[in-house]
């Protein structure tokens, strides 16, 4: 899923990176000789004389106290890891999609007519807020058979008017109680409110029309529905979730037939017979085709509907002995409507029952750590039963599993290719030095701005390992040149250092400016880009501040290797 979200994203930077690639090796230099005939005479900037003089000053200090440069960067390292555990984790943040979804279930045995009335009621009620534009229902499933749902539950869509011009509730969390509060008046109706683009991408996640599916499995019916009602009363309690609700697995009304062995065996009947009777009777046996051009349509044969509409008339249904006697069905076996399960469903070949919930106020990590705690602690589940946590947390677990080995992966490329350029280890483990100086930026403004840790944070992290080390390769190449072409060693990172602020500068500012839309764009879809920008402009500004100064502080000691020049 994370795929097919970033996937563009990533294509268009590498597309951006190759074009700017070929333009500054082939278009910049064929360019500048015809705009640069005359020479370039370099001009002060008012913007960069002033930072050129505070910069030149405290880069003295810094080279001077190395020691206290080098452990502030350090404090504010570890001080960025600490905030980790405070940060929360989810698999994308929510959207805002300006419409809302309402899922209402009713009683299993609840009639068409039923949830017709119902739904109708419900629309009347919601079209009184003044922030809702339209209302519309769906009870059933399409002709397509797409969507299948069962008749005791109603898919209602409500359109909403912008957010600034609400007059009932200040944001859609409000509003969603408003409703339901409203709603509530109707007795014995389940309601769990959701987005339709959030809706259906849960259930294509996990077969659940919410965040989070604890799934609970085990072998009997009803141990499922004693312990799911128990952890679904367990959930309510914890702090963050909202719609909570078990997956319906009784209520549901069955005409059962149990064939009386001892009786059959009197008469000579075997039970295939009673089945086969009931069977035919109400469902109907097949008795031929009726072809129309190319379809073709079986005809049933099947009982009268008075002979079948009731329990009386099923065990008036007569069977023929072997001996020529006629026995009524229910002298053989006993038939009554009982209440069974809707549906039994499985995972994995395992029955399974589906406790679900949406989170709200609270990240998904965090949620799913304390309900482990709590279920193991405070429900004793009976050998055999086992419990798993599926939904966004099941997406989320697989995410950072793989993102696990693709950031590693692209730390040891980055490393190599540093390798290649500077014929050092020392040198490019120096520029690595701005992963860690970058990260503190980023992690302190996902904190800041109150942001969880996400796919997309994780996304932007990953962005930002390039632009960090981009700015480190800039400073020591800088040095580099002044020290191979004969300047005194201290001279050449003082000097090399001073001269690349303007690069590192423009280069974090431009990347930040370019940013600048997805940090404070608040349309359709700007929540999944917000953490992304929120961490890349974050760890840019701690990269651009630290580089001017750990990297020249640490220059001689990483170099030492490549110029056997110790560091006075």
Do not use: C
Request: hydrophobic letters at 50%.
């Amino acid at each position: 899923v994370e795929g097919k979200l970033f996937q563009p994203m990533a294509i268009s930077i590498v597309l951006a990176m190759l074009a700017s690639l070929m333009v500054a090796l082939l278009v910049v230099p064929a360019l500048a000789t015809y705009l640069f005939k005359r020479g370039v005479r370099e001009k002060q900037s008012f913007i960069m004389k002033p930072l050129d003089k505070l910069y030149r000053k405290a880069l003295g200090g810094a080279l001077k106290m190395r020691a206290v440069v080098i452990s502030l960067a350090l404090a504010l390292f570890v001080s960025s890891l600490a905030l980790l555990p405070f940060l929360g984790t989810e698999f994308v943040p929510e959207l805002e999609e300006g419409t809302l979804n309402i899922r209402v279930t009713l009683a299993p045995s609840s009639s068409l007519d039923t949830s017709l009335n119902v739904a109708q009621k419900l629309e009347q009620q919601l079209m009184t807020f003044p922030e809702v534009l339209y209302v519309s229902s769906r009870i059933g499933r399409a002709e397509i058979g797409g969507d299948p749902e069962p008749v005791s539950n109603v898919e209602i869509y409500i359109g909403l008017k912008p957010v600034d011009e609400w007059t009932t509730a200040p944001n859609r969390k409000a509003l969603q109680a408003l409703m339901e509060e409203k709603m509530s008046v109707h007795p014995g109706l389940l309601f769990s409110f959701s987005q339709p683009i959030a809706t259906r991408v849960d259930e294509l996640l996990s077969g659940v029309k919410a965040q989070l599916a604890i799934k609970l499995f085990g072998a009997d019916l009803g141990v499922l529905a004693k312990m799911g009602g128990e952890i679904e009363a367990l959930v309510k309690k914890v702090e963050g979730t909202r719609g909570v609700a078990m997956e319906q697995i009784g209520g549901e009304a069955q005409l059962v037939v149990r064939p009386d062995r001892d009786a059959l065996a009197r008469y000579g009947i075997p039970v295939a017979q009673v089945m086969d009777l009931v069977s035919d009777s109400i469902g109907g046996r097949q008795a031929g085709q009726v072809i129309k051009g190319n379809e073709r349509y079986d005809i049933y044969v099947r009982l009268a509907e008075k002979h079948r509409n009731s329990v009386e008339a099923i065990r008036s249904l007569i069977l023929q002995a072997p001996n020529g006697a006629w026995v009524k069905l229910g002298d053989v076996a006993q038939v009554a409507i009982e209440s069974g399960p809707p549906q039994i469903r499985r995972d994995d070949v395992q029955r399974r029952v589906v406790i679900q919930t949406n989170v709200e106020g609270r990240d998904m990590g965090g949620l799913v750590a304390e309900l482990q705690q709590r279920i193991s602690s405070e429900i004793d589940l009976p050998p055999g039963y086992t419990v798993i946590y599926g939904g966004q947390f099941e997406n989320q677990q697989r995410a950072q599993a793989r993102l696990m080995i693709v950031v590693p992966l692209s730390l040891g490329l980055i490393f190599l290719m540093l390798y290649f350029a500077f014929h050092s280890i020392g040198q490019a483990a120096l520029i690595m030095l701005n992963v860690p100086l970058a990260l503190i930026g980023g992690i302190a403004a996902l904190y800041l701005s109150g942001q969880y840790l996400s796919v997309p944070g994780s996304i932007g992290f990953i962005t930002l390992l390039g632009v960090a080390v981009l700015n480190g390769v800039v400073m020591v190449s800088s040095i580099n040149q002044r020290v191979e072409g004969g300047t005194a060693f201290d001279i050449a990172v003082f000097e090399g250092a001073l001269s690349r602020l303007r690069p590192v500068m423009m280069t974090a500012i431009t990347s930040a400016l370019g940013l600048a839309p997805m940090l404070l764009a608040t349309g359709v879809g700007s929540e999944v880009q917000r953490p992304l920008a929120t961490v890349v402009v974050g760890g840019l500004v701690s990269s651009t501040l630290l580089t001017l100064f750990v990297i020249p502080a640490l220059y001689g000691v990483f170099s030492k290797a490549r110029f056997q020049t110790p560091q006075p």
